[in-house]
């Protein structure tokens, strides 16, 4: 375990090496089924919801049409998700022409300009969890679908921390990530 100011965290996501490799994941972590997609905080509802018109020039007409009947998001407050297709994808996947990863549509929109909020929280840290317990508690959260993750991270020598850098920062600022990758090197010569 570590703390740094009030975020405990576990050691795994700087001693575990991942590094997302799409080509053999195919997206999955927008498609892992179980019913309930990416958690959303209260405050980013309102941002979810303000990017489905930027988003649907993106998405399948079936997620449009599941989007206008059910919304986006699903769930009450402190335990908001997007909503899923069939128990399996995140109304924001889509796929570009001739590909089979799962891609979000969202952050589709936020790299082409037309969107501020670049997706929930959630989905960028991933596959960091936030838990709660008294303040923010961070964790890995393994799945078996994110194995080629695992053998890129160690390949390239990259550990969870380092590869969702930029949320880490988003979610905490660059001088918390420069303290746990600094308590990183220390407990990971």
Known sequence: MFIIDNILGDESITSTHFLCDLNKCKGACCTVKGGQGAPVLDSEVDEVNNSIKAASVYLSDRSKAIIHEHGAVEGTEGDFTTRCIDDHDCVF?????????????????YFEGALSFRKPISCHLF?????????????????????????NGKKQNVKIHQSV????????????????????TLENP
Do not use: H, M, Q, T
Not at 127 to 151: I, M, S
């Open 93 to 109: 996947v889509y796929y570009e022409k001739g590909s089979d990863i799962a891609k979000c549509a969202i952050e589709k929109a």
């Open 127 to 151: 596959p960091v969890r936030v838990a709660d317990f008294n303040g923010p508690y961070l964790y890995y959260d393994e799945f078996p679908e994110c194995k080629p993750a695992l053998d």
């Open 165 to 184: 850098k930029e949320a880490l920062i988003r979610a905490y600022s660059e001088e918390w990530y420069e303290r746990l990758d600094k308590f990183s």
